[in-house]
């Protein structure tokens, strides 16, 4: 164990690690500035439940009929075989089809352990890559492995790796519609940032075995069900992009040990939890830990992270916690009480906020003059 | 968003109340509009779960799916949403109104009023487009036949939901965008989306300050979401066992079906009552305001589109397509860029605070006029013209260059050219102005159409002026760049057909 490694360990404490998931992986994108998020995500603590120990428990739930919707569908397309999903390619995307067989992996003979199923999936992998035969080849429950922060990291992705042509492709079953070829943008966005991560995690375990990176596709297939019915449909999704975002956020998390010199040594997340495992830390003790680290709190996290309301009732009072824009208008003054007074009070204002000063005096002043007129 | 919004913002926040950023209201509010809140079933595209909808807030109507994946049972809340909708919309469809002619066009009649539908949030437009995308479609006879109420109330729902789309029309407002558009609260505008928070900013119940209320609005069990999301937890812990029990009624007798049907109305009847009552509240918010001055001009063109729309069908048109064609595409986004500059111009021009935003852009200016010259004639030319000079004292940020053209709110039919701008440091800038028309027609001006010394005024670098309509190709000349001439609407079979589910 590195020392980064051990000190990780020390605080998360004893609750197990969480286990990041394409969705978590993904999420670590959409706040890169956050050292809180960082080192959280780093070492594998377990937000929801950290968040409801310091009394700010997370407002996220799933709808069992989102989720027994999304597993329907995903179970019709992979039926039979994939039939409907081999269907799609062939006739929507005019892939050239010969035999294509199936593998799936989620099981090695029984034996459920995730070493065991990524040796597996390693292995299978890198028999098929190693094989010239141009034959195609379904890998559906393939159990990836990633780097986040220095430690492995197991991905169980809802995809199938499908082999086409000496390449590999991801594709992505999600149970959002397209209604007329057009689909909510930021679902597709997150689906984007999802698959990027697996493509991600297929050329590292490619590249291990020699492959270079043209070994995996950066054209996804995403798989949706069309217009209000339950048929699917397949949509190619470049995700050039998304790989760069997730490769730098990822890079930048492996350089956690900087983040975390600045850290009290003493610093630990653990809940003390009793053998039933019910958190026996006092939750301002909780509190006061979480605040050691420094959080960047934006509007946007209360729809990503688990911390969200605990930052924001620390963000109370500083204008980022009124929107980046909002507090761009503001002249980047930090504080909702600095930007009334430097508004208000005549006076020099110090050098570094008298550009924000004249913007936010003459705001006022105009503010006042039409508010007057009005009356 | 603005840097004077975000100031109102941060007053907001020290006063723990929401904050003013209109002296007028800017939306037009129907006496008797039509309140629709609709739930959708999670996991589903468009399906509807239930909808609490009526135009007197003390008998509201609710409508419920006992099974949402149920293909009749949708189309039966489609019929019963439609015998709602359509009587309110068909009460709109007497008497005319002349509007006469001008600028080359002839006399027109029109409705003398228009429906106005009332959402809760712009993700509930969405579901009334979707709603009407999924019925407008629909047969009326032979095989899959819906009832004749059906496709109708898809086609009023998709021309409600397209016609939202114009900026500053009111026939579908979603209380939110109307509400945030009027006050600024002290939270973000990510957190302005949850209709009963930002209520708590602008109007909170006795005893509580705006932050206090809007905290108590994020409780899902007191105020649950506005929809057509649902809460996730109502969904698993109350939804998914009453929907199974009204399964299991299905093989028991009237009176056990009449029972779980009832016990799953009363839930969501739960769920969609103190949304109602804040909808109300909304309009009311609303229509407390003044009017801006345009507010009746924007709403004659919703009269106008109404109107428009209501002929298409009395002379059975297509319904709407599913993607616009390559012409009519290019139309619309020019109507909207035209109608979004306009209804622009139109704002600042009736509401000082607006205008306020403008001139800290520097795309406008006020101050007083120190000196006029009302009757300086321009005589370079082969005719003498009347051009008066005035020049405006502003303690505003004069950016424009010389040569711009203005225009002043109070007299909109006059331009003024800027002829020079003196700057000294530490003093007013002082504007050298010639105008030009609204003074009548011979080389004195009008009195009252100059401004006179001492009158305080404003310049605008914008206008409400008409502006010209691009001219676009026939459909039937679409050049072959954009697919070519777009092939004729023939309803077919699979548009009648298609799954709902």
Known sequence: MTDTEARLSRIRGSVPARNHDARTIAALTSNPGCARRAIMDAAGIDKPRLASCAGFPAPFGQSQFAIARGNAFEAQVKANGCAELLRLLRDQLGLPMPEVSYDDLEEVGGNPSRELRHARTRGLLARAAASGVDAGTLFDHP???????????????????????????????????VIDGQADGDKVAAAATQSAVYVLALREMLADLGAGPDAVAHDVFLICPENFSNRPTATVLDVRKQLTVVRRQLSRLARIDSLMAQLPADLSFDLDLDPSGVPRRPPADVAAAVRSVQARYAPECLASCEMCFFCRDEARGSTSALGRAVRDDLGGVEYVATVLRLAREPGVPPAEQAEAAELLRAAARLRREALVEAI | MSTLTSLARAEAVERGIAQPVCTVRHVHIADRPLVFVPLAMAGEAGAPLAAMVG???????LLAVAQPRNRDQRFAFAAGLAAVLLRYIEGFLTGQETVPGGRGREARTRFPDAPQILVPNRAATGFTRLLGRSTRFRRTEGEYAVLPAVPLLGRWLTFLAERAEYPGSSLLLAATDALSRHWATGQSPVEDLNLAALLGWIDPPEGLTGPQAAAAAEDPLTWPPAGPATDPTFDNEVLGRLIAACDRAEAGDDRARQRARSALEDALTSQLMPTWGLMWQAAGLLRGLPPGAHVATRWAADKDAFTWYAEQLRDGGPPQPRRDTAVSAARRLARLER??????????????????????????????????????QDCSGTRRKLRPHITVETADPVLMEPGTVLTSPGRPRQQARI?????????PSRVLLELSGGMGRGLTAAPGSVPEPGEVTCYATFSDGFQPIPAFPDPADTPWTHGGPPPQYVPADEDAREEWS
């Open chain 2, 339 to 376: 109608v979004q500059a306009a209804c622009g111009a139109q704002r600042a021009f009736d509401d000082p605070l607006v205008m306020a935003e403008h001139r800290l852009a520097g795309e406008a200016f006020a101050g007083r006029v120190v000196a006029a010259e009302p009757g300086r």
């Open chain 1, 143 to 177: 159990l990836l492995r990633l780097e986040v922060g220095g430690r492995p990291v197991y991905l169980e992705p809802d995809l199938i790796a499908f082999r086409l042509h000496g390449r590999f492709h991801v594709v992505e079953m999600k149970s959002f519609a």
């Open chain 2, 55 to 61: 135009d007197d807030p003390r008998s509201p109507r």
């Open chain 2, 419 to 427: 002829v020079s701008v003196s700057v000294t440091a530490g003093r």
